[in-house]
């Protein structure tokens, strides 16, 4: 195999796929990147066996071929290349070199057919959405993904798609997001799947503008894109029950500028305890007031801001971080919570409505020291 492509086309397709390298791997291939090169196209592709992905670059192709190199060594040698061309060359022996104008870096290869397969992925149904309407569906739910093993099936976003759009919902057991867009065509497809957090991270970070044809098969999701794909693993577990545990009935109602709300948090947070994160929220007719009190470090902080209540004086206690992943992630400038009692979930939205958009964000408190 030999072709010529650009430095800058070739660090970025193995900047990609170092996502799908897994750091650790009784599996010693899994280290590589399977290129693979002929009349048509080439492209280069690396997994973890959970996560694949795969990116066409341009070349000039001299001798078609495949082969697997270690992804780490060639990328850490393109990162510090300047712009240039490089010529890859692998003889019938699995000796590798990587050639420029001013120098050439021999490695050895290891052969095609030892990378995994792709998995079968025929009988998809096939979903087309803007890249933009997708990241914003990921952005708007998966920050509050659990990271706990031990609960898989809250390790990823669930998607449900229906005749209405489609619905995201994520869990972690202290927040809840449910992000609904009725504009979202799904093809006439109707049906669940729990979408991992890796491949959601991927994604978002990838696309912005362009579309996204999404691949729904029984056990794998896959998204293509102008030049690259990626599949990951179905979750296959089943999703919590999550409308029976978002409130109906929260009257006690709370407005604030949102910015003026986070910043405050973000400021009293700095002197909470670093175990609890504890802040309350002390609520009346025209003000909140936001504290934090840690004995250990003999360390107290209070703020109060402007805001409207409609309720009797409240005050409830909140993990900040994860009451600051939730405050953020409001749209709008105003921020609206719906209050029960200082020891029930709390709804976070706004009042500002967006056609075909529906967002709600649940955060449950926790118990103030006395």
Do not use: W
């Not at 309407?133 to 609960?151: C, G, P």
Request: aromatic share 6%; hydrophobic share 40%; proline share 4%.
């Amino acid at each position: 195999m030999k072709f010529s492509t650009s430095k800058t086309e070739l660090q970025q397709a193995l900047q990609k796929l170092s996502k799908a390298t897994p750091t650790r791997s009784t599996l010693p291939i899994l280290s590589c990147v399977l290129i693979e090169s002929s009349e048509e196209k080439t492209s280069l592709r690396a997994t973890d066996l959970e996560i694949t992905i795969q990116s066409e670059i341009p070349v000039s192709l001299e001798q078609a071929g495949a082969t697997a190199l270690p992804l780490k060594t060639l990328l850490d040698i393109t990162n510090e290349l300047p712009e240039t061309r490089v010529t890859l060359y692998v003889d019938d022996k699995d000796r590798a070199a990587i050639i420029t104008d001013t120098g050439e870096y021999d490695l050895m290869a290891k052969p095609a057919d030892e990378f995994p397969a792709v998995p079968d992925t025929s009988g998809s149904q096939a979903v087309n959405v803007s890249g933009e309407m997708l990241k914003n569906i990921i952005d708007a739910t998966s920050f509050a993904v659990s990271r706990d093993e031990l609960k898989p099936a809250l390790t990823g976003v669930l998607f449900r798609f229906g005749s209405n759009g489609i619905t995201a919902v994520s869990t972690d057991g202290h927040r809840l997001v449910k992000y609904t867009r009725k504009d979202f065509d799904t093809n006439g497809f109707n049906g669940d799947m729990i979408v991992p957090r890796k491949f959601l991270s991927f994604m978002s970070a990838q696309v912005s503008g362009g579309n996204v044809t999404l691949l729904i098969g029984e056990n794998h999701l896959t998204a293509k894109m102008k030049n690259d794909m990626v599949l990951t693993r179905i979750i296959d577990e089943r999703f919590p029950d999550y409308e029976t545990v978002i409130p109906k009935e929260n009257d006690k109602i709370l407005k604030a500028d949102k910015d003026a709300l986070l910043g405050a948090i973000r400021r009293v947070s700095i002197f909470s305890n670093k175990s609890t994160h504890q802040v309350a929220l002390n609520l009346d007719a025209t003000s909140c007031r936001i504290t934090t009190e840690d004995p250990e470090k003999s360390s107290k902080a209070h703020e109060q801001i402007a805001a409207e209540f409609d309720g009797e004086n409240l005050t409830i206690g909140y993990n900040a971080e994860y009451l600051k992943d939730v405050v953020s992630h409001v749209a709008g400038d105003k921020i609206v919570v719906q209050f029960s009692t200082p020891i029930s979930a709390a709804l976070f939205g706004t009042d500002s409505t967006e056609e075909n958009i529906e967002s709600l964000m649940l955060l449950m408190p926790i118990r103030l020291n006395d």
